[in-house]
């Protein structure tokens, strides 16, 4: 297996305050499942945001797709970031646009010809459940369903990485049991999957998944898998 | 992306409305001073042309015969030269005419010294072939003196260079004022979406692509504005035009526009998109380069 990304000794400090992550080293393989969990506060975002290159870090390595992305140029950026997904934890939908726009903005991003777009965005609808609110705007459209297509938006693309930030937040638990496992099912395409959850009921859901908690900005890994270096290196 | 989808992605810009309007008045006002550009450039080549090559000979001193006998030789001299294209005496009773509103009656007295005149075209306007024939007219006659319209009509092509030169110095400011809004709308237009944009960039949206969002947006409400004032210039100077020409005047006449000019005006709504394009490009990516 393919090591996807890899931090480490890598610290994150916003401003002049304590570091908010601390000697961070993991790796994550392809195609694997991992939740990190940790309490409000614990510095998951923030993780998350230094994996898909929202943040560089203060001080450490992160690898990426096997390339240092520390000291990546800016023109760089944009071809790193069509390899990723994101679901945000606030779902940043863009306002104007409906539904159905927005879950095409990736593909309409990566140059992919109008045809083959509605092929995938009217799939990637019946994928999340929403094919009847195509046409919606995102302010008329329940925190749920609005999760849903932001979750649609991260993986339509086919990310060879997707990093979701408490993706199930806001879904009755039937849903994001449903939502789990659409996430499971994505690493049978080779996808690796990074969930970030509180929901600790989500973590039994999953068998295969690997478990990253983080606690006041400092990684313990509880199964020993993601030490870095890994075990097998 | 897709034109349209492209477009709505900014859609409640509502800051970059306001270039629809902007853009119209700054057409507007770039088309006239473009317009009375061209048309003082275009008069003050007609009258160049005219005056260059055009003489006045006087016949002064003497009594009107002896005047009249010089005039006559000086006119079979010039008639024999060949650079000259076109030599006639001005009628006596033209002269008195022309004279009457300063002189009175005492114009119509024989006696009073009226110098004969003759109005000579010459196919070369250079110094060289007007000194040539202004020596030999002064050969032909010592009573002969040569004056070169040019030289009195100076002031009235030198008014007109001026203007020409003014109304270029008005287009180019108004060019710059267009740049400097474009900016400050593509500025505002930036601070509006910040989250947007941010989102395209996770997108993987290069800065060249965000860039084409706001570009898009701007040019197209500049073209708007833009064709709806150069439409209304236009149209004020059709009719400014078509008052002169009912003037009749020679030389109000040479500000007409030639349809090559016409051509110039309609083409500057483009020429200025090009700048919003440019500006709106240049702002939108030198801000990106500080974001991550
Ligand atoms: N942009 C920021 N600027 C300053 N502090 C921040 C910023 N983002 C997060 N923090 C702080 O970092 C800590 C971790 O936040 P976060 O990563 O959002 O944790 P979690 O996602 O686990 O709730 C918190 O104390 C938070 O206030
Ligand atoms: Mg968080």
């Keep these: 297996m393919a090591t996807i990304v890899q931090f480490e000794n890598v610290g994150l400090r916003y401003g002049s305050g304590t570091e908010t992550l601390s000697d961070i080293s993991f790796s994550l393989q392809s195609g694997a499942f991992y939740f990190l969990t940790g309490a409000s506060g614990a510095g998951k975002t923030s993780l998350l945001r230094l994996m898909y290159l ?34 945000f934890q606030d779902f940043r939908l863009v306002p104007h646009l409906s539904a159905w726009d927005n879950i095409a903005l990736p593909l309409h991003v990566a140059g992919m010809p109008v045809a083959e777009i509605n092929e995938a965005v009217r799939e990637m609808l019946a994928w999340v459940g929403l094919a009847d609110r195509a046409e919606a705007r995102p302010a008329t459209l329940s925190g749920g369903e609005q999760q849903r297509v932001a979750i649609a938006r991260a993986v339509i693309a086919r990310p060879e990485l997707l990093v979701a930030d408490e993706p199930t937040g806001n879904v009755d638990p039937e849903m994001a049991d449903r939502l789990i496992h659409l996430f499971g099912s994505l690493g049978k395409l080779g996808t690796t999957v990074v969930v970030a959850t509180h929901d600790l009921h989500l973590l039994t859901r999953l068998p295969q998944a690997q478990m990253m908690r983080l606690d006041r900005g400092r990684l313990h890994d509880p199964t020993g898998l993601l030490r870095f270096p890994t075990a097998a290196a | 992306m897709s034109e349209n989808r492209t477009a709505r992605v900014l859609d409640e810009a509502r800051g970059l409305r306001a270039m629809v309007w902007v853009m119209a008045i700054m057409l507007f006002l770039t088309v006239l001073a473009a317009a009375l550009g061209l048309g003082t450039a275009s008069a003050g080549r007609l009258l160049d042309r005219q005056l260059a090559g055009r003489l006045t000979v006087q016949l002064v001193g003497g009594d009107a015969r002896a005047s009249d006998a010089a005039a006559g ?84 092509s030198g008014l007109m260079r001026t203007l020409t030169w003014l109304a270029a110095a008005l287009v180019a400011l108004l060019a710059l004022a267009t740049a400097i809004v474009v900016v400050l709308t593509a500025r505002a237009g930036l601070e509006a979406h910040r989250g947007t944009i941010e989102v395209m960039h996770m997108l993987g949206s290069t800065d060249v692509q965000v860039a084409r969002l706001f570009q898009r947006r701007i040019v197209r409400d500049a073209a708007m504005g833009g064709l709806v004032g150069t439409a209304a210039a236009m149209g004020m100077t059709a009719l400014v035009g078509g ?23 309609a083409a500057l709504p483009f020429l200025f998109m090009g700048v919003a394009t440019l500006a709106a490009r240049w702002t939108v990516t030198r801000a990106l380069r500080h974001n991550l």
């Design chain 2, 73 to 156: 030789a000086v006119l079979a001299r010039l008639r024999r030269m060949p650079q000259v294209t076109r030599a006639v005496a001005v009628p006596r009773a033209d002269l008195v005419r022309l004279l009457r509103p300063w002189l009175g009656e005492a114009a119509e007295d024989g006696e009073l010294p009226v110098p004969a005149m003759i109005d000579v075209d010459l196919r070369d306007a250079d110094d060289a072939s007007v000194a040539r024939v202004a020596g030999q007219v002064r050969a032909a006659s010592p009573l002969a003196r040569v004056d070169r319209h040019q030289s009195w009509m100076s002031p009235v």
């Design chain 1, 54 to 87: 929202a943040q560089r870090p203060s001080r450490g390595i992160i690898r990426l797709f096997g390339e240092d992305a520390v000291v990546l140029p800016r023109d760089r950026l944009p071809g790193f970031r069509r390899r990723i997904g994101v679901v």
């Design chain 2, 243 to 265: 008052q002169v020409s009912r003037l009749g005047s020679e030389l109000l006449g040479g500000i007409l526009l030639a349809p090559l000019d016409w051509a110039l005006l």
